[in-house]
């Protein structure tokens, strides 16, 4: 079983930076891809980075290229994602997920299997 703890949420002035951190348990950890989604109040879960399992490659949503960037250390089990540049849009729940599958990246929440509990951002203006 891997658990997913996510920290680094709180709130923000628009133009602002957080970074927030997701933990993972197990020993597996470099073989999958790892990302990061978001949900606002009444909208769906959406994309928002993807990181490969040595931390080769990335992908981003259009919507925060150039002012998020997601990385990881595998040496402690751990995926960040820096924001910065944050407007209120950016405002919802963010949540870290390991890909299903190995070496897999994807960009649709149904190619993850395990989540973390989501930490607050609120971008005010």
């Known amino acids: 079983q891997v658990q997913l703890v996510e920290s680094g949420g709180g709130l923000v002035q628009a133009g602002g930076s957080l970074r927030l951190s997701c933990a993972a348990s197990g020993r597996t950890f470099s073989s999958y891809a790892m990302g990061w989604f978001r949900q606002a109040p009444g909208k769906e879960r959406e994309f928002v980075a993807a990181?490969?399992?040595?931390?080769?490659?990335?992908y981003y949503a259009d919507s925060v290229k150039g002012r998020f960037t997601i990385s990881r250390d595998n040496a402690k089990n751990t995926v960040y994602l820096q924001m910065n540049s944050l407007k209120p849009d950016d405002t919802a729940v963010y949540y870290c997920?390991?890909?299903?599958?190995?070496?897999?990246?994807?960009?649709?929440?149904?190619?993850?299997?395990?989540w973390g509990q989501g930490t607050q951002v609120t971008v005010s203006s």
């Open positions: 990181i490969s399992g040595s931390g080769g490659n990335t």
């Open positions: 997920a390991r890909a299903a599958i190995q070496g897999l990246m994807a960009t649709t929440p149904t190619r993850y299997d395990y």
